[in-house]
């Protein structure tokens, strides 16, 4: 058990001095920001979006597949948050049209992807559910991690609104 002092009793000595390597404050010091001028100067000009080429014609099959499920998932969709998970998945299928545009993708990968999109448009999103699940299991996960939940997340509203 620590021995206590009672209050209002000297601090020892040690206890005040600074300990080698401890760092050191200043308290009564302060701080300016960086005049504003500066902050203008660094800050770049607003971007434009950059303009997106076509996806490549063996790729747009599986994009107006996907793309048409979307837009059916979203026709029907009455909750908001379903409105926002969709409005995501049309983010992440982005991402996806950006890898294939930019060729990105290996073939295996690209195999997948159209047979996940022929599933969906014949309706049977449990087997593209399956083949999601190979997908994640057999390829490189930092390859497909943009794209990969939105197209689940597709596939279960689809199932759960029967679109």
Known sequence: MMNQE???APIPAAVNQPQAGAPQYNYGQTYAAPPIAN???QSSAPTTPKEKGPIPAE???LAQSLDSLLQRCLSTASH???K???EDVGRRLEALYDKLRDNSLPAPILTSLHQLSQACSQQNYQAGLNIHTQM???SNFSQISSFMTGLKVLMQVATQQGV
Do not use: C, M, N
């Open 84 to 86: 926002r998970k969709l």
């Open 136 to 138: 994640i299991q057999a």
């Open 39 to 41: 902050v203008q100067q």
């Open 6 to 8: 009672p209050p209002g």
């Open 59 to 61: 790729h747009q099959e």
């Open 80 to 82: 908001p948050q379903t």
